[in-house]
């Protein structure tokens, strides 16, 4: 009876080891620095602006009318790494300076590492249409893949529940979720062109073409067609790539006249 229990005790003792969070130490700094944001929220602002041109307030005003700004964009990535750890420590370690709200692992578990309202470092310099700064616009999502594998669906099934629950929690327009390739497209191609975009589309995230489509006029212009779309035609050929890769999984330069049909077509649901 006592061996028995003590063998009880032993796999108890295991167990707890096991799942001691190995992230303690940076969890303390997340703790810390949100701590230090809050303290910079809840600051009263200054009375009078110091300038010797703007004559002084009599008494500071306050706002009843204003809440907490909320993300418009979801950014979905690959992680260009080779395990869900690997991805969790990059993301800890302050000398790499990215970060990402959510990391779902290729098994479907869900990491949430930031809080929604803060501002990640996941998409670098981007633009998609007139927003310049998308971190501070968007959600970032990474997914575990190497960016030369498919994903698993298990890991699409958890980012459709999370995607759910960003769209309805911040209502976010079926538009706003693209990937890191289409905003950054001359220096990112994730996720790769293996991604499952129209079943996101068919789910609510993210534009998609109709099977029907109208005969393409030969006026149509298809640079104006991707600047319409939200793509950056500063650099035509990576915009170009990127738009192929998105939706037609195709990593080719150049616009093809299948691709002119799709991208006619898709351009009227962005007006």
Known sequence: MKKNVFIALSLILIGLACNKNPYKATNKVYKKQVKNYLATIGTIPEQSIINDTIPPSPY???????????????IIHHTAQ????????????PRTAVSAHYVI???????????DYFRGQHAGVSRWGNQLDMNSASIGIELDNNGFEY???????SLLVVLGKLKKAYNIPTANFIGHGDIAPTRKNDPNWRFPWKQLAEKGFGLWYDEIRDTVPTSFNHIIGLRIVGFDIKDT???????????????????????????????????
């Not at 005003?61 to 204003?66: A, L, P, S």
């Not at 692992?105 to 930031?114: A, E, I, N, P, T």
């Not at 994903?151 to 099934?157: C, D, K, P, R, S």
């Not at 990127?242 to 006249?257: E, I, N, V, W, Y």
């Open 60 to 74: 500071w005003v306050g706002t009843t009318n204003f809440g907490i700004r909320k993300p418009s964009y979801v």
């Open 82 to 93: 080779h395990s869900t750890d690997q991805t969790l420590k990059t993301f800890t370690l």
């Open 105 to 115: 692992g290729s098994d479907g578990k869900v990491f949430q590492m930031l809080n």
């Open 151 to 157: 994903f698993e669906q298990a890991q699409i099934n």
């Open 237 to 271: 050929t990576a915009a170009i790539v990127a738009f192929k890769r998105h939706f037609l999984q195709d990593t080719t330069k150049g616009m093809t006249p299948y691709g002119k049909e799709i991208l006619f077509n898709l351009q009227k649901k962005y007006f």
